[in-house]
């Protein structure tokens, strides 16, 4: 590799002492001799060989600038240096004329005065590399043809006049210009290499975006474009003088970039493709000096959110239930999972009824896994446990500076993060009205706006609802709106409790005990009996609290009832007596039970048959087969008091 700093000369006797001096003061410095009509190609040879800097003097700096904008440093003359140089030339002829470039030179024309009288000074005026050679043979050939004898002056002039035979002296510089010159060019070349990096950082961070970045001049010219930006304009290559006018057809957003304006988010046509398109002007002290400009192509988009969909999965919104999971063969569950997976073929919204612990959320779960949306994302939230004052936010997203507390970059919501898939809304009956209005909404617009916003985001999201309470009595009670319940209450599905399905809950509890690390156990029968007539108000998730105790509490692999009551904490003075009868369904339970049941409820029947979760026909019966029932009693039951 040849070295960052060159410096270039015209006068071939300046190579070896151009050397000497650069090696004995430690610079790596290469000297390049070239004839001056080559002078551009061979300056374009040592850039692509990795020069940065450049070293001349005279002309040759302004004919490099005419065809590269390399940095140049130049070696400078002193006024001082012009005298021995005439002196010499005196000593041959008074004849004399000193020619060249010398402008550089400081107060040159002030000291012009101390020289002689019969001094002839020629300034050479600018010119090509292809015609230098030539241009200054016209003016040495001139100078003589005015009587001059001895022309004095630099590497051009000395071979001009050894072509035209004419006496010369070569002005040459001295030790210390080659030193100074080597020093600004060091000094140059870290400001190079400080910019050249800043530069390929810039270039590696646009490169690297999912977006196209162009960048204008104030002018309307390229002056920037990263790779994406040009295949979505097809422009060939780094064009950077291409007015954008050439390669983006949409005379409105050239307008209002030209006006100095910002566009956000406008949809424009590049050949048969339509891209987003973004534009920030920049400003130079706080004056418009450009713009620039961000492509998005629909397609991206698109895929950009289908990965945020994936990562929002991976991320733990996703549905881990299936309707295999769902343990019970009664006849209610099992018309219950039916019913789910039909609704999982449609999309339609579904609300799930059902006291706490039935298992609502695994139901949506299964409908989500079983349904055409199971690869994206499920979200599930539980609007009971947000505060009022969140919920909203939560929900729908906010803006950056919606409110005290919001984080600077805004937020997304939970619609946002179920785009193309499920949100599970639970406890949906303890929404606000102010809430219920944006939902309402929601589900009729399929969009939403963030808190504090006011663009549009399309959503593509289904919603099962879940809640424990009778929302017809809600409605009645000016608690929840009734437009919002049939939106939601498209497709129902009316969880049984436990105590209606009495038949699942030793095959439920069996599963509990194994997921609880329990093992294999079995029940004798009047533990089961026991187990198959409590009241499990708090369903499944009282028998898995229950299967929990057993496991800290009982070793044995056989339960007994003693067992069984000690863990559902029922006092010994409480102990009831059963007979041992296969276990299944209230029929079973012993009659002792319901008479004590129908005790503790002073009689009263309807409290008796909610308790013991049967119908008030089937718990007559029952009376009746265990103690038979007096007229005055069958009259009762007849007239509906029970």
Known sequence: ?????????????????????FEQNGYKIAVVYTEIHRVAESVKLLIEQGAKVLIARGGVPALIKQHHSIPIMELRYSFLEFFEPLEKAYAISDKVALMGWYRNIRNFARYTSLLRDNLLYVEFAETTSADCEPYIEREVHAVVEKGIEVVVGGGGVVRAAQRLNVPYVHVDIDRQAFLDAAEEALYHLRIYEEKERRYETITAILNSVSEGILALNEDGLIVHSNPLARRILRIADENTSLPIEKCLQDERTLSIIAEGKSIS???????????????????????????????????????????????????????????????????????????????????????????????????????????????????????????????????????????????????????????KGTIFLDEVGEISPKVQARLLRVLQEKEII??????????????????????????????????????????????????????????????????????????????????????????????????????????????????????????????MQYRVLPYGSIHQVDGDYILTVLQSNDGNRKETAKQLGISLPTLWRRLKKIRGVSESEQKTFDEGRG
């Not at 590799?1 to 001096?21: F, N, P």
């Not at 929840?480 to 409790?497: N, S, T």
């Not at 038949?503 to 156990?521: C, K, S, Y």
């Not at 009982?554 to 003075?573: K, P």
């Open 450 to 575: 963030r808190v504090g916003g006011d663009r549009i985001v399309p959503i593509d999201v289904r919603i099962i609802a879940a809640t424990n309470k009778d929302l017809s009595s809600e409605i009645a009670a000016g608690r929840f709106r009734e437009d919002l319940y049939y939106r939601l209450c498209v497709l129902l599905i009316d969880l049984p409790p436990l105590r209606e399905r009495r038949e699942d809950v030793i095959p439920t509890l069996m599963e509990l005990l194994a997921r609880n690390g329990f093992g294999r156990r079995t029940f004798t029968e009047k533990a089961k009996n026991i187990l198959c007539a409590q009241e499990w108000r708090g369903n499944v998730r009282e028998l898995n609290n229950f299967a929990e105790r057993l496991c800290a509490i009982c070793a044995s692999e056989s339960i007994d009832e003693e067992e069984v009551l000690e863990t559902l904490g029922i006092r010994a003075d409480k102990k």
């Open 265 to 419: 988010n406008r949809f424009v046509n590049v050949g048969n493709n339509k891209v987003v398109l973004n534009a920030d002007v920049i400003r130079i002290n706080n004056r418009p000096a450009g713009a620039v400009i961000i492509l998005q192509e629909t397609d991206s988009i698109r895929n950009l959110e289908k990965k945020i969909r994936v990562n929002t999965v991976e991320s733990g919104h996703f549905a881990k239930h299936k309707f295999n999971d769902i343990i019970g063969s009664g006849h209610l569950l099992v018309t219950a999972k039916k019913k789910a997976a039909l609704y999982a073929r449609t999309d339609s919204n579904v609300l799930i009824t059902g006291e706490t612990g039935t298992g609502k959320e695994i139901f949506a779960q299964s409908i989500h896994n079983e349904s055409s949306r199971r690869s994206n994302p499920f979200v599930a939230i539980n609007c009971a446990a947000i505060p009022e004052n969140l919920l909203e936010s939560e929900l729908f997203g906010y803006v950056k500076g919606a409110f005290t507390g919001a984080l600077s970059e805004g937020k997304s919501g939970f619609f946002e993060l179920a785009h």
């Open 1 to 21: 590799m040849l070295s960052e700093i060159c410096y270039v000369t015209m006068y071939e006797d300046h190579v070896e002492t151009a050397k000497q001096i």
